[in-house]
């Protein structure tokens, strides 16, 4: 199975190992992850205004060129996902919106939505399916006590996204659980941690982050996991329970013993 893929620009920088991992599982799993050629960055952030429309267009790019190869559009970034898909609802759903970024883009066929987007977490769970990873699994993380931090843009708003239950996600503790590992389920998984305040307001964003630490760690975690590159960041800043944070790939990746023959450069 092929799928057409948009890295965005974090991965393509600061976080290389949470794409590169991504690749290989994805070979060993039987999918191939087909790169959009010239894709945009798609903004980091979905815009609020109602007629704001210019960065939104590198969404649609993107959604069009997966339309264009019959293929849906996976992701991997946290933010990523959040941005195109809320956009690519807007061009299901808003008429002035869609209107507009046809106009603009003057693509060969009007883009009215048609693409599906999944995050790379969801073709594990929906497409491979978590138990037939659990057959391929060839080195279970067996005896490790880990805490999936899903922070706030995989999960809202739940109604468009439609990833998981916002209050009560289990997408990745069902991952800890196929690669062999145990979950550890805390209050603050889904908080933020206060990612775009991070500049301007450090010691706010840093208590965020302390107050998530600690309350992994006080339920007997032992590590965290996250599909947010700036959530891992932040988290790794954080001075209160030291818990070490990894991208769920990377684990996916040494579980599936593929982990090894990933270059990281």
């Known amino acids: 199975m092929k799928y057409s893929y948009y890295p965005g620009c974090t991965l393509s920088t600061k976080a290389k190992a949470l794409d590169a991992y991504a690749r290989a599982s994805a070979l060993a799993l039987g999918f191939e992850l087909e790169e959009i050629e010239d894709w945009q960055c798609c903004g980091g952030v979905y815009p609020l ?6 960065t939104k267009l590198s969404s649609v790019r993107a959604l ?4 264009e190869k019959g293929q849906e559009l996976v992701t991997l970034c946290s933010a990523c996902h959040h941005v195109i898909k809320r956009v690519n609802d807007d061009m299901k759903q808003v008429e ?3 209107t507009r970024a046809n106009n603009y883009l003057q693509l060969s066929e009007p883009y009215a939505g048609e693409t599906n987007v999944l995050h790379f977490l969801e073709v594990l769970r929906d ?7 659990k057959k391929k699994v060839t080195h279970p993380l067996t005896g490790r006590k880990i805490g999936a931090y899903y922070g706030c843009l995989l999960l809202r708003p739940g109604k468009i996204l439609k990833f998981d239950n916002p209050e009560n996600p289990q997408i990745l503790e069902d991952f800890i659980r196929a690669v062999g590992a145990e979950p550890v389920v805390y209050p603050y998984r889904n908080e933020c941690c206060g990612g775009y305040i991070s500049l301007k307001e450090k010691d706010l964003s840093a208590r965020m982050c302390d107050a998530v630490m600690e309350s992994a760690s006080g339920f007997g975690a032992q590590m965290l996991i996250t599909a947010c590159p700036l959530c891992l960041y ?26 090894e023959e990933v270059a990281l450069s």
């Open 234 to 259: 932040n988290l790794n800043k954080s001075t209160a329970g030291r818990l070490p944070v990894y991208y769920f790939t990377e684990l996916l990746a040494e579980a599936l013993g593929v982990k």
């Open 64 to 67: 069009n060129a997966a339309r």
């Open 96 to 98: 002035d919106i869609r």
């Open 127 to 133: 497409r491979v399916g978590f138990d037939e990873i």
């Open 49 to 54: 205004g109602d007629d704001e429309i210019a």
